[in-house]
Each structure stands twice: as structure tokens, then as C-alpha cells.
């Protein structure tokens, strides 16, 4: 962004000046509320990688009316969740075999090297975060919210890679939030036929008792585990073509 400069003489009075902005405690804006619930459609799978965006059924949806969708989906295009298609109009981004490889592969080495460095926890309180965590996925898979599954492994994950005390490398894994979130429905998905919530959120329990215990290789090895890599066994095959270094890193997970 760039910003806005002037001077004290030429600015016009305080009651004049545009809006370009919210103020706290401002209500959310129909466009913002219609981007929020866009946003969470494509994260939780409603809407799945290549899916055309129809705009009579999202607006019905969404409550909202389709020239705030309209912009929802501009806003979201500069996130790259969608992609604005010439005559075909808005489809959600797709997900090649690079992607995938992209986004697994930068997960694991984020995720190993938070390890590495915050467990054992280094400081007392250094676990409550992953502990509420926890807390709520466990919450969500009593009441059978399937919804936010997503939502909740991500939650899970970022506050395992806070452990380490290591603000860039947190931040390096925020920048990565909507496409990891993408593929973590993915896989969800993927799983979803042989482990239900509460199995899930019993397998992210014995990950947070191994960080508890400090048994730093009880932690590699379940992050290393089959379960991060359900999707990409089961449809990595039938994805769009990636790159030859996507197709190696597939064919490797793949052989017997």
C-alpha cells in the first residue's frame, strides 16, 4: 500500500475527510461479513480447489445480496483463494501436484524446527496456548462440529510452532495460513471415512503428551506420521500436473 501524504493546511476539515478505514468498535461492513463467510466456505471445503463460484447459490448462502459478494471475491482473489476466470467468471484457486508438494514440504520443516527448538517447553507457561488448543478441538469433536476441523488442527499446529519462542519462524508459518488451511481440508477429508473427530483429537492428545514429556522424537515421528499425508496418498496421483521435483517427492511417498 502506499501511503497517503499532505499537510496540515491543505487537509480538508475532520468532519469532510473520507472514510478509508474502521474505526473500533465499527460494525463489520456487508462486504467485509460477505468476504469473512467466502472465506470460510472455501477453508472448510464447502467450496473445493477448481469449483466454479455460483453467485445466486453463494449469495443465498450467505445472506447477502451479489454486488458485496462481487467484491468478496476481488478481495479474495488478491489472497489467491480465487481465481477470476474471462467468461467462466470466479472458481476457487486449484491445487496442482506442486502446490501440494510446496505447502507439505514447508509444513514439515517449520514444524520440525519449532520442535527442535521449544520442546521441551522453555519457559512454565510455555504450553497453555497449545493446551487451549487442544482444549477446543477436543471441545468441537464431542459435539460433532465438523466444521471447524480445519480451523481447529490449524489453531493446534500454529501454537506448536509458538513453542519455540521464534517470531519469524512463526511468522513464516502464518504467511502460509490459507493454502495450509486449504490442504488440511483436504486431508481431513481425505481421513474422514476411518477416523472421526474424536479419534483425531485423541491422536493430537498423545502429540501434546509427548511435547509435555519433552520426548522430542514421540513428536517427529507422529508429525512425520500417515496421517499429514492421507490426500496426497489417496488423489496425489490424480491432481494437475506439478513439476518434476512435485512428481519425485510423490513417487517416493507412493512406493511400497
Known amino acids: 500500500m502506499t501511503a497517503l501524504t499532505s499537510t496540515e493546511t491543505s487537509m480538508p476539515p475532520a468532519t469532510a475527510r473520507p ?12 462486504v467485509a461479513l460477505a468476504t469473512d463467510g467466502l472465506r470460510a466456505l472455501i477453508l472448510n471445503g464447502t467450496l473445493a480447489p477448481g469449483e466454479r463460484v455460483v453467485e445466486t ?4 448462502l450467505l445472506t447477502v445480496s451479489r454486488p458485496p459478494l462481487r467484491e468478496a471475491m476481488k478481495v479474495l482473489e488478491n489472497e489467491g483463494l480465487i481465481q477470476l476466470v474471462p467468461r467462466r467468471g470466479a472458481i476457487v484457486t486449484p491445487m496442482t501436484l506442486h502446490d501440494v508438494y510446496e505447502i507439505v514440504t514447508l509444513r514439515a520443516t517449520l514444524e520440525e524446527m519449532a520442535v527442535r527448538l521449544g520442546v521441551p517447553a522453555p519457559t512454565p507457561g510455555g504450553l497453555d496456548r497449545l493446551h487451549d488448543a487442544l482444549a477446543v478441538m477436543e471441545a468441537n469433536a464431542a459435539a460433532g462440529t465438523e466444521t471447524t476441523a480445519t480451523e481447529d488442527s490449524y489453531r493446534f499446529h500454529l501454537a506448536l510452532v509458538a513453542l519455540s519462542g521464534h517470531r519469524r519462524l512463526e511468522d513464516a508459518y502464518r504467511s502460509m495460513a490459507l493454502q495450509l488451511q486449504m490442504y488440511l481440508n483436504l486431508n481431513r477429508r481425505a481421513r474422514a471415512g476411518r477416523e472421526s473427530l474424536t479419534d483425531r483429537a485423541a491422536r493430537h492428545r498423545a502429540l501434546y503428551n509427548s511435547v509435555v514429556a519433552g520426548d522430542v522424537a514421540a513428536v517427529l515421528d507422529e508429525l512425520k506420521g500417515d496421517a499429514s499425508l492421507s490426500f496426497v496418498r489417496e488423489f496425489g496421483a490424480t491432481l494437475p500436473a506439478g513439476s518434476p521435483a512435485a512428481q519425485a517427492w510423490l513417487d517416493g511417498i507412493l512406493a511400497p
Open 19 to 30: 472514510r478509508t478505514g474502521y474505526r473500533i468498535g465499527d460494525p463489520p461492513s456487508i
Open 57 to 60: 447459490r453463494v449469495a443465498e
